[in-house]
């Protein structure tokens, strides 16, 4: 069984900085993909920033950036340069590869973006 | 364009009533699912269509009832329904349902069951 792991209920950042939100995931099969996910409180679920498992460079997109450590079955979002517009939950999820396309998601870490 | 639109967005109901949520994506994606999301809780999966052809069933009782007429369209039939039924319904979409490709969501529907 696949399971997704996000200790951060909640995050604070100051506006302009850097923050990482924290995912860790656990899985026996070798080939997955882990996903990260925005949600407003408009309630749509934004995706950002895709990695797979035998991917050799972290993803990164825009502000985005993916720090995978495998060794550790660790997938960290870094978002850089914060701004207020990024005060949402944040979604890790993961789907292995050839299940039924079930995405597999954590708990969520809900941030906020402050002055 | 990555978009899938929903309506309505906000829908209330009475336990003896029937309604349908609509979902609409002109990617050329050819895997359509169906979440229910609860206050404060990740997304549940309930169905998956891939080719217009229901592949997943989460177990979903029989009150809800799944329909994709084309490639672009996905409905969710709803009838008597119960307060627990309450939540955000999300659709995605993605490429196919066989590889890793990201899913797409729409906006929600918010639906109230009284």
């Known amino acids: 069984a696949q399971k997704i792991t996000q200790t951060q209920p909640g995050m604070f950042v100051q506006e302009k900085e850097a923050v990482t939100l924290d995912c860790t995931y656990d899985t026996s099969d070798p080939s997955y993909g882990l996903f990260w996910y925005k949600q407003p409180s408009s309630g749509e679920m934004i995706f950002l920033i895709y990695?797979?498992?035998?991917?050799?460079q972290n993803a990164t997109e825009g502000r985005y950036s993916l720090n995978f450590q495998k060794a550790r079955k660790s997938a960290n979002l870094v978002i850089s340069a914060s701004q207020l517009g990024d005060s949402a939950m944040y979604f890790c999820?993961?789907?292995?590869?050839?299940?039924?396309?079930?995405?597999?998601f954590g708990t969520g870490t809900r941030l906020q973006v402050t002055l | 364009d990555t978009e899938v639109t929903q309506t309505p967005k906000h829908l209330v109901m009475g336990m003896t009533n029937k309604k349908s949520l609509k979902c609409e994506q002109h990617m050329g994606h050819r895997a359509m699912y169906w979440y229910k999301q609860k206050a404060k809780k990740p997304p549940e999966l309930m169905f998956v269509y891939s080719y217009e052809k229901l592949s997943i069933n989460e177990s979903v009782p029989s009150r809800f009832s799944p329909e994709c007429p084309n490639s672009s369209l996905l409905n969710l039939h709803l009838h008597a329904l119960q307060p627990e039924d309450s939540a955000l319904y999300l659709c995605?979409?993605?490429?196919?349902?066989?590889?890793?490709?990201?899913?797409?969501f729409g906006p929600g529907t918010r639906l109230t069951v009284t």
């Open positions: 990695q797979g498992s035998y991917d050799q």
């Open positions: 999820a993961m789907r292995v590869t050839g299940t039924a396309s079930k995405l597999t």
């Open positions: 995605a979409s993605s490429l196919t349902r066989d590889r890793n490709y990201e899913q797409y």
